[in-house]
């Protein structure tokens, strides 16, 4: 069974320009979650989907970064325009359901550089 | 303060040697209790859930504390595989989904 997919694994561009990040989840798996770790930080969360809706979006940073899932299926995540801290890994994580215990799966990430 | 602090190490160890991480977490409230292993440059995996009542799987013992919002990672008969960044991650939600708040990580490093 495949994993979660991240696409593009890395990422160079320029400050001011736009990236679009994207995450194919485990199939049949309702939960997706972005996380980000920028350097010489912790890992973070970014927000959660439920299906195509938005459960939580509380760790957005601001609103230069857009996250979608419709059809419930794959999501993307823009960032536009990008600034150099935005520089850091970039996790998509999903889970089959909700529950204490239930365990979710991290992609490899997608590794972005604004310079 | 941070929701989840640990030492950042390095923990410089030889093999075989016992090795013990902790991690404090400041809501007390939090639901689930983990720890990740991430290699360098890879994504983080989980290694084990830590229950109130200690947990053990293999040469990983896990305890928690909830008292003193206290979490530990005992690694005995250390192997040179273990070499990782070893995270602590909370949940503190209520609602059973899947919010983690994760440490920045202890790095261990073994040695032959």
């Known amino acids: 069974e495949a994993g979660v997919t991240q696409f593009p694994s890395h990422s160079v561009i320029e400050k001011g320009q736009t990236v679009t990040l994207r995450c194919d989840p485990i199939s049949g798996h309702d939960n997706l979650y972005w996380y980000r770790r920028v350097m010489g930080k912790e890992i973070k969360f970014l927000l959660h989907f439920v299906k195509e809706s938005k459960q939580d979006e509380s760790g957005m940073p601001n609103n230069r970064f857009l996250a979608e899932r419709t059809g419930g299926t794959y999501s993307t995540l823009k960032v536009q325009p990008a600034e150099l801290e935005d520089s850091g890994v970039y996790f998509c994580?999903?889970?089959?359901?909700?529950?204490?215990?239930?365990?979710?799966?991290f992609g490899e990430g997608s590794w972005l550089t604004v310079v | 303060r941070k929701e989840v602090e640990q030492d950042p190490g390095p923990f410089n160890v030889p093999e075989g040697a016992t090795v013990a991480f902790n991690c404090t977490y400041s809501n007390s409230a939090s639901q689930s209790f983990f720890w990740y292993r991430q290699d360098c440059r890879k994504e983080p995996k989980l290694l084990m859930s830590v229950y109130s009542s200690g947990n053990e799987d293999g040469r990983f013992t896990a305890q928690l504390n909830r008292a003193s919002q206290y979490i530990s990672l005992l690694i005995r008969d250390s192997k040179l595989s273990d070499s990782a960044t070893y995270l602590c991650v909370v949940n503190p939600s209520s609602g059973g989904y899947n919010k983690l708040i994760f440490g920045a990580g202890t790095r261990l490093a073994v040695h032959p």
């Open positions: 994580a999903s889970s089959p359901e909700q529950g204490f215990g239930n365990t979710i799966y």
